[in-house]
């Protein structure tokens, strides 16, 4: 079929296209030809000497790989045939490993939407370096348009597998997969972590103790005549689009520098990152940076330890604790790579610096990084530090304790990422860090899993005394019954507070939000109607909020019954409410937030919760570059906008070292006490 190219593709496609080298040829009739200077090429033709015989196989599918679904069609670009690429199916085509090492220009040309990747893997069956494809601008009449990497390398001494990942949310075809030498391969290379920041070089980061390509992941670096023009759309995007009016004065700006620092970027990774941290600077519990990492690469060195900020009670006279940070406790642990700690234990620092500092200055090299609204709390911060370390710490210092003696003697001992034993494909943290370091529930996981909802009669009490408990993360309620919606659970719950518990403790210390549906469902349980808050985006760039408390309770006022109100006519005030917090955002924010002033009802937590209150928009590119950005702020009865400052706890409990090396629970211990003084006679 003949077929014309186009000058143009989509958005940010027209940014960054440039002069193709060495790049797939049409003819005056529009037909495709490879570059004479691939090393490797696949056409889907039958014959094809690379064509290979079967795609992935299909999660838990013993049947074997799925076949590959390549049929004739006249609509082909190159050859005669094109392969499928079925709707939430991946595909990978393995290619033959090249006899020299090069640095790769990759292409496919798609039609439909199509996710690409190219990854090698050096045994282990995981991937070690990984590229994604993205749009050049290229585009035929009749629909076909060209992804493409650059500079994708691998240590060709030492790859098992290199192949090419397809994937499409709603079918595609793809044809024409070519391989051109583009430059030197980047040699292997040990690193010692992030402090090792000159080891690697451009383009590349330390990574679990090796130099990892990163120019291959990001977008080509746009062409200086659009780059200014890029820089500008993006900035306007967030003057537009950042809804919470606190954040905005503290953080908007630092954000918009370090996107004008995009101008003066000398290559595509270094471009692109300046991006990524100008999403982190926004410090926004919503706002973070998104990519395919998270699901092409898995952690080669999992620790399944979990950390807890809390009070070294049994320790304060061997090491000197930092004035400005809550110490970093172990609160519970796993068997696969446990390096021999135990609840109590105390992670004193990472690469010389208090744990939590040592997280927040990886906003440069973090893809993941992560923060509250507010400025005060870093749960998200120590969640986080068992990957953070195997990820890109060199050494990190513990204190042992004995849970025998309560104590800890002798001084910190150093361990180094480099002497944490790899494991095979598969194999992973066999807990989570859900802040809790006990469960007090029958039938809750020893993984501690944050997936799931478990309700009853806590261990500690009996039918008698009737207290009742519920652990659960999701508030994701959405009355009609969708994958994961947790209303049905959380009704049966609260049906049975109501006609049998004397008292309740709720453990909510990993919130991660849902829908306002899910905390209303509580507060219609705990306190009579009440006016509460109102959820407004912003209507203008320009509109930092009310200037005053008086003028936002006047605006509120005037909102008359266009409110949001916690509570039920049917509440059951007589029955007293425990509510424990620790990493609480988006709707996590709110459900304290309407308890709090309840009679019967108090929050317990170590410090406020994270200031979510928003929502986000989700923007992708290719799925191997995105972000999600807060919106809209929240204006609260008494007129404050509460984005940015959190939940405080009706009563302040530190985890304290001691109880953790007992076997104890101190916040847990403080909630159940205060609910047992309140029961009825």
């Known amino acids: ?124 069956g995981r991937v070690d370096e990984f590229g994604s494809l993205y749009p050049t601008g290229r585009m035929t009449s009749d629909g076909w348009y060209e992804l493409e990497t650059r500079g994708f390398s691998f240590d060709s001494s030492r790859a098992k597998l290199v192949e090419v990942g397809l994937f499409s949310p709603t079918g595609a075809e793809a044809d024409a997969v070519e391989f051109v030498p583009d430059g030197a391969a980047a040699p292997s290379a040990a690193c010692r972590g992030a402090i090792d920041d000159r080891a690697c070089g451009a383009g590349r980061a330390c990574q679990w103790g090796e130099c990892r390509s990163m120019s291959p992941r990001v977008p080509r670096l746009p062409a200086d005549a659009e780059r200014d023009d890029l820089v500008a759309y993006l900035q306007g995007r967030f003057r537009l689009l950042f809804g919470p009016f606190r954040n905005r004065r503290l953080d908007l700006p630092s954000a918009l520098a370090e996107l004008d620092a995009m101008r003066s970027a000398a290559d595509a990774w270094s471009f692109w990152r300046h991006f990524e941290v100008a999403v982190h600077r926004l410090h926004d519990w919503h706002t973070q940076s998104t990519g395919i990492a998270g699901f092409v690469l898995e952690q080669p060195k999992p620790i399944s330890v979990c950390f807890i900020e809390g009070v070294a009670d049994a320790s304060s006279g061997v090491t000197s604790p930092d004035p400005s940070r809550l110490d970093v406790l172990v609160s519970h642990v796993g068997t696969v790579n446990a390096l021999g700690l135990h609840a109590g234990d105390r992670l004193v620092s990472v690469d010389g610096k208090h744990p939590v500092e040592w997280a927040r200055s990886l906003i440069g090299v973090d893809d993941g990084f992560w923060t509250a609204s507010n400025h005060e709390t870093h749960a998200e911060d120590v969640a986080r530090l068992p990957g953070l370390i195997a990820r890109f710490a060199e050494r990190f210092e513990v204190l042992r304790c004995d849970a025998a003696s309560g104590g800890c003697a002798g001084a910190p001992e150093t361990l180094r990422v480099a002497d944490i034993a790899r494991v095979p494909a598969g194999v992973r943290a066999d807990v989570s860090c859900d802040n809790r370091p006990r469960s007090h529930l029958p039938g809750t996981p020893p993984e501690h899993s944050r997936d799931g909802f478990y309700s009853g009669i806590v261990l500690e009490s009996d039918s008698s005394e009737a207290i009742y408990g519920l652990e659960w993360s999701s508030l994701y309620v959405t009355g009609r019954g969708e994958p994961g919606d947790v209303g049905p659970q959380l009704a049966e719950a609260v049906a049975t507070w109501r ?53 936002g309770k006047a605006l509120f006022d005037a909102l008359g019954d266009e409110v949001e109100v916690a509570g039920s006519a049917s509440a059951r005030t007589d029955v007293p409410v425990a509510l424990l917090t620790h990493l609480d955002g988006s709707a996590s924010d709110w459900l304290p937030l309407g308890l709090k002033g309840a009679p019967k009802a108090r929050i317990f937590a170590p410090f406020e919760t994270a200031g979510g209150f928003s929502t986000r928009y989700q923007f992708g590119y290719w799925l191997g570059l995105g972000y999600s950005i807060a919106v809209g702020d929240t204006l609260a009865a008494d007129g404050r906008t509460l984005n940015g400052t959190g939940v405080a706890p009706d009563v302040v409990v530190l985890p304290l070292q001691s109880d953790l090396l007992a076997g104890r629970d101190t916040v847990y211990d403080a909630a159940l006490a205060w609910v047992r003084q309140e029961l009825a006679p």
């Open 1 to 124: 079929m003949a077929r014309s190219l186009l000058a143009a593709a989509l958005a940010l496609s027209l940014a960054l296209a440039a002069a193709q080298a060495s790049a797939t040829e049409f003819d005056a009739a529009g037909r495709a030809t490879f570059s004479a200077k691939a090393a490797w090429t696949l056409g889907f033709e039958p014959g094809e000497p690379a064509l290979p015989d079967a795609g992935e196989p299909d999660a838990g599918d013993a049947g074997g790989p799925t076949p590959l679904d390549i049929a004739e069609s006249q609509a082909a670009l190159e050859g005669s045939h094109v392969l499928a690429v079925p709707r939430f199916a991946g595909v990978s085509i393995p290619l033959a490993l090249p006899a020299s090492p090069s640095s790769y220009r990759v292409t496919v040309w798609a039609r439909g939407e199509l996710i690409a990747t190219v990854e090698a893997s050096y045994g282990e």
């Open 499 to 551: 006609a049998r518990a004397r008292g309740v403790v709720l453990d909510h210390r990993s919130g991660f939000g849902g829908t306002s549906l899910g905390p209303a469902m509580i507060w219609d349980f705990v306190r009579k109607p009440v006016k509460l808050d109102s959820f407004r985006f912003r209507d203008r760039a320009d509109e930092e909020g009310p200037a005053s408390l008086a003028e």
